[in-house]
């Protein structure tokens, strides 16, 4: 096995879709990361994403390795330096192939897991999505990833090394560029975080079924506090005069409940010239239908909110769930407005009843424009849940 690696490894930058082959052919494992320099290594993790500036690697850290002599460790400051809020590492074949390089996918057709090993620096880092695939969609790329994105998450890391899966059965795993990655932000993690990747791998288990999409629990958040765990989608689908916006998604600017809750302000300058904007919360962030990641919420008879305006009297034009259209589209829509917000707060609520709620990828949304707020608006949400 170790000599038939060795051989691998040597052939794979002249000719990956011949070791990919002769990966397909019998072996059950097929390493991303082991140890530092590993033969058995393949992937590189390249692909910096989000706020890449607040992203720091060691990828031969020698601190408490789950095995071997090095592991790597990732550090997450949290200081938005590229204004996203979130940030993440992909591993890919070759370095910096976003899809565009041709013949260099590795068909793995023969596994149908990633296993990995995972720890925090002190436990309770929050970890949005642990991820394997999905390179080259958006935008669409010429050799992009055979397998849509497949995610675990969100991942609460303990600080000590723990064992986790992601499920790849029935997926299309015949060319792959994107190894392994993860993702998380500055919500969950508002004092960044440091946390440990190691032995990385796809392995062959046999019998193992596709996983099985599940409706989700109730009440399901989208927000509740912005260090909160099981807060879901991101407020990313910035829309119209994007220039407009803004967000704090920690204000303690009297929450309605806990610590903190939603800052959004509109200036109404009409930067992009639309005289419109509005912000979508999607999963994952900036997901408008080329992801598979749609969450079932069947079970969801309504979403409440609590809304108030700095002022009272701002005026948005919607309030949505869903309706997002694309390769893999939301499953149905539901909107309330226009809605005059009071100064105080208010719950609102969106009826689901007889709605198809079995996919949603687009989780809650507002809409403004400038005719109704010539000055533009500061309003705050809370408590976003479906129920």
């Not at 990313?236 to 610590?259: A, F, H, Q, V």
């Not at 507002?366 to 809370?382: M, R």
């Amino acid at each position: 096995m170790k000599k038939f690696l060795m051989i691998l490894a040597a052939l794979t930058i002249a000719a990956p879709v011949f070791a990919a082959e002769t990966a397909a052919e019998g072996p059950k494992e097929f390493g991303v990361y082991s140890d530092k320099g590993a033969r058995e290594n393949h992937f590189i993790p390249s692909g910096w994403i989000g706020d890449y500036g607040d992203v720091k690697m060691v990828d031969q850290s020698t601190t408490n390795p789950q095995s071997g002599a090095t592991c790597v460790e990732f550090t997450y400051n949290a200081k938005k330096s590229q204004g996203n809020g979130w940030a993440g590492v992909y591993w890919q074949n070759p370095a910096n192939n976003w899809g565009s390089k041709p013949n260099s996918g590795f068909d793995l057709s023969g596994m149908n897991k990633l296993t990995f090993w995972a720890r925090g620096a002190k436990g309770g880092e929050v970890i949005q999505e642990f991820f394997v695939g999905g390179i080259g969609y958006e935008p669409k790329a010429l050799y992009p990833d055979s397998l849509i994105k497949v995610a675990v998450g969100p991942v609460e890391l303990t600080d000590t090394w723990q064992q986790y899966s992601i499920n790849l059965s029935g997926r299309d795993l015949s060319y792959v560029i994107g190894g392994f990655g993860w993702v998380t932000n500055a919500d969950v993690n508002p004092q960044g975080c440091t946390f440990y990747i190691d032995n990385v791998k796809f392995e062959k288990e046999e019998g193992l079924a596709p996983t099985a999409k599940q409706a989700q629990e109730m009440p399901f958040y989208v927000f509740a506090d912005r260090s909160f765990s099981k807060n879901h989608f991101i407020p990313s689908g910035w829309m119209g005069d994007y220039g407009d916006l803004r967000i704090d998604t920690g204000s303690k600017e009297n929450p309605y409940l806990g610590d903190t809750c939603l800052k959004i302000t509109y200036s109404g300058q009409a930067t992009q010239g639309a005289r419109w904007a509005g912000m979508c919360w999607q999963h994952p962030a900036n997901n408008w239908g080329n992801v598979d990641a749609g969450y079932d919420l069947s079970r969801a008879t309504k979403l409440t909110f609590w809304a108030r305006g700095e002022k009272g009297g701002e005026r948005i034009e919607e309030f949505k769930i869903g309706g997002l259209m694309g390769e893999f589209s939301d499953s149905d829509s539901a909107v309330i407005g226009p809605v005059i917000l009071n100064k105080d707060w208010t719950q609102y609520t969106i009826d689901l009843k007889g709605k198809d709620m079995s996919y949603i990828i687009g989780g809650f949304c507002w809409a403004a424009n400038v005719d109704n707020n010539p000055n533009g608006a500061v309003f705050y949400l809370d408590e976003i849940k479906f129920e």
